[in-house]
């Protein structure tokens, strides 16, 4: 009786070796898959090599060296600039360069004009995170079901995956999306600390309670998606718009006093007031979404 083989690990190409992208690799290779690296600056690639990747003299023999190749460079330009002479025909191509939705879908496109199955990708980590099964990192997938379906194993080995769906945009829409709440909440964190810098109160014994606070609050969009999806922003409502205006007041009264600019908090306020002004102060605030959409008539 002999033991069963180890199945082969999928063979996977890297093109960009940044910070992110050595990270990337040695997931791989620590899990057993071989890896063809690239990287403009050849000197990046060294450390892999040592680790055990194969170095690639092009994008091109990169591509050429697995049917899977992953790519994280730059920006979108980068991309097309790395794989212009590269044949990718029979390739699936995995696009880990952040981007917006539309050259996604531009991306896309153009991949498949080649020959290429694609997907592209937008990575909810920073590099430490990425290989640590404990770190909560995971990246959205968004393109060709066939070929999520067929790597999906070897495309987690970094970290988690999300498919959110067929259209190539998806990934960078939800990516950019959460990246846009996380600038929001960063810019009150800010302010917060602004307010309270120039006083005995040490930043250390406040941010425990900035980041309790700020938990306890996150919750509330599960209450705004219900409202949007409802239509109806006057459901439930604890806390309505012409009340939340009138407080805002006092954050402004409270900047002043402490010599802090409002800069951060007025352009929100401001919205507020504009749907508080169309008619709406019974509602959630939720409903000013209607103020940011360019299309609407």
Known sequence: MTDNPIAPRTPVSLLGTGAMGTALARAWLAAGHPVTVWNRTPARTERLAAEGAAVAASAADAVA?????????????SVGEALEDADLSGRDLVNLTTGTPAQGRARAAWAEARGARFLDAGIMAVPPMIGDAKSGAYVFYSGSPGLFEEHGDTLAVPAGTRYVGADPGFAALHD???????????????????LIRREDIAPRDFAPLLVSWLGAMAPAAHKAAEHLESGDFGKDVVSNLAMQVAGSATLLATAEEQAVSAELLTPYMSLLERWLADGHGDEDTTGAVELLDLRRE
């Open 65 to 77: 060296a697995s049917r899977l190749v992953v790519v994280c460079l730059l920006d979108d330009a």
């Open 176 to 194: 950019v999306a959460l990246l846009s709440a996380m600038s929001g909440m960063f810019a009150g964190v800010l302010h917060a600390f602004a």
